[in-house]
């Protein structure tokens, strides 16, 4: 871990790391195992972060001809943020050392999490709103989401491999 995040952490604020047994010992829980975290399960939270992220940027541009453009949110896109959060949550259980069985395994979550993301991203980019004159362009927040989903689906892939 770099010297600065050991400060930051390291002042009590959050907690504490007990550089003997890689193990940090937090204020939420007991202890937080930074060994049992893999490659997959970041790539899957920062992608979930994208995705929950990309709730908050513009999902399409209206213009009305010589009158102007506006952008608008997500829409039901917003489904988007709770799968994100869906993938950040089980990231987080998972480093909190919250064991738990399920009938399938990990990455299938992360996969269907991601997925759905995508396939809302994709349902906006086909089916656009417009009408009475006004016509939808996408724009960037439906390619932020693609590419949080399709970074959480790559997650998922990556933890079944590692079972």
């Known amino acids: 871990m770099s010297q600065v995040f050991r400060e930051v952490i390291g ?3 959050l ?3 007990d550089g003997t047994k890689r193990k940090w010992i937090t204020r939420f829980c007991k202890e937080v195992y930074m060994d049992r975290v893999e490659t997959s399960d970041w790539i899957c939270g920062v992608g979930g972060l994208v995705l929950l992220i990309s709730t908050f940027f513009p999902w399409h541009r209206w213009s009305a001809g010589v009158y102007g453009s506006v952008s608008s949110g997500a829409g039901y896109g917003w489904l988007c943020f709770f799968l994100g959060l869906v993938a950040i949550v089980f990231v987080v259980l998972r480093v909190a050392g919250v064991d738990f069985e399920l009938p399938f395994p990990d990455g299938l ?3 269907g999490a991601g997925g759905l993301g995508i ?3 994709i349902l906006r980019l086909i089916f656009r709103p417009g009408g009475f004159g006004f016509n ?3 724009h960037i927040g439906i390619f932020v989401a693609l590419v949080g989903g399709a970074v959480v689906v790559v997650g998922g892939v ?3 491999r590692e079972v």
Do not use: E, T, V
């Open 109 to 111: 979550i992360y996969i």
């Open 119 to 121: 396939l809302i991203a």
């Open 11 to 13: 002042r009590g604020r």
């Open 136 to 138: 939808a362009s996408p």
């Open 158 to 160: 990556m933890k079944l």
């Open 15 to 17: 907690g504490r790391y």
